[in-house]
């Protein structure tokens, strides 16, 4: 196991285990984060509010791997994001969606790039659709109702 996967596995830990401040000794103070739902998000402070939002709005959070990647400076996981939407759901309006109490399986993957010992880049992709559909928040598409 080299450095990449070695900090995303840490990062992955601290963000399910809900430690956030953890993550301050893996990132780089400047660290680029992306999200399907926010975009860009600059620096190690707006990284951890993100992931602060998804830790608050679901309680059981865990990740269920089907596949790991690792090359010399990236590591990717490609899994299920599982939880249950115990609380508000902060969206990036500013507005939130009250908690459903539904269980949540989210197709996701998450990339990281490593320079000198930390995380200097972590791309977030999730389906926002299965996500809102199975939130109760809109109809699912007919593709995955069958």
Do not use: C, W
Request: charged share 25%; glycine share 8%; net charge negative.
């Amino acid at each position: 196991m080299g450095q990449p996967r070695e900090l995303m596995n840490k990062a992955t830990e601290a963000i399910l285990g809900n430690d956030l401040e953890a993550l301050r000794d893996l990132y780089a103070p400047d660290a680029v984060g992306v999200g399907p739902d926010v975009g860009a998000l600059h620096g190690i402070d707006a990284i951890i509010d993100y992931n602060r939002t998804m830790v608050e709005a679901f309680s059981e959070m865990s990740y269920d791997y089907e596949a790991t990647f690792e090359t010399e400076d990236r590591a990717i996981d490609q899994g299920t994001m599982v939880g249950t939407h115990t609380g508000p759901l902060r969206l990036p309006d500013g507005t939130s969606i009250p908690p459903t109490g539904k269980q949540l399986r989210v197709r996701a993957i998450d990339v990281v790039r490593v320079e000198n010992g930390r995380i200097v880049r972590h791309d977030f992709y999730y389906d926002q659709l299965e996500m809102l559909s199975q939130l109760g928040l809109m109809e699912a598409p007919a593709a995955t109702q069958a």
